[in-house]
């Protein structure tokens, strides 16, 4: 399996922007989907936006609510998944995670299809 450690997270005004990275090792021979969840307090783990590592990074996907807002973007030669966030506002409010699961080209949804995870960083919008 790979290893994923995510940071980046933080605390930011709404409207403000925010990078999160995950770093990636092991299993470089694989080819995984990678994705973003989320899990605000009192609900359920949410896939933010997925993208495979194959291809040179293909098919970038996002929920309806970050669409024009985040994007996700993957820097082989630094072994590392990327979220850039903009225009971020509190519903935004949540620890991410970084997920993969390995992949010959389909990037499933559901959260129980990853089973490598990161240990999440908090991302705090509030005035």
């Known amino acids: 399996q790979v290893q994923l450690v995510e940071s980046g997270g933080g605390s930011v005004q709404p409207g403000g922007s925010l990078r999160l990275s995950c770093a990636r090792s092991?299993?470089?021979?694989?080819?995984?989907?990678m994705a973003w969840f989320r899990q605000a307090a009192g609900k359920e783990r949410e896939g933010v936006a997925r993208?495979?590592?194959?291809?040179?990074?293909?098919?970038?996907t996002y929920v309806d609510s970050v669409k024009g807002r985040f994007t996700i973007s993957l820097d082989d030669a630094k072994n590392t998944l990327y979220l850039h966030m903009n225009n971020l506002n509190p519903e935004d409010t949540a620890m991410y995670y970084c997920?993969?699961?390995?992949?010959?080209?389909?990037?499933?949804?559901?959260?129980?299809?990853?089973?490598?995870w990161g240990q999440g960083t908090q991302v705090t919008v509030s005035s």
């Open positions: 993208i495979y590592t194959g291809r040179g990074g293909g098919n970038p």
């Open positions: 092991g299993d470089r021979h694989l080819n995984y989907c």
């Open positions: 997920a993969a699961h390995i992949s010959n080209g389909y990037c499933f949804t559901s959260v129980d299809h990853y089973n490598n």
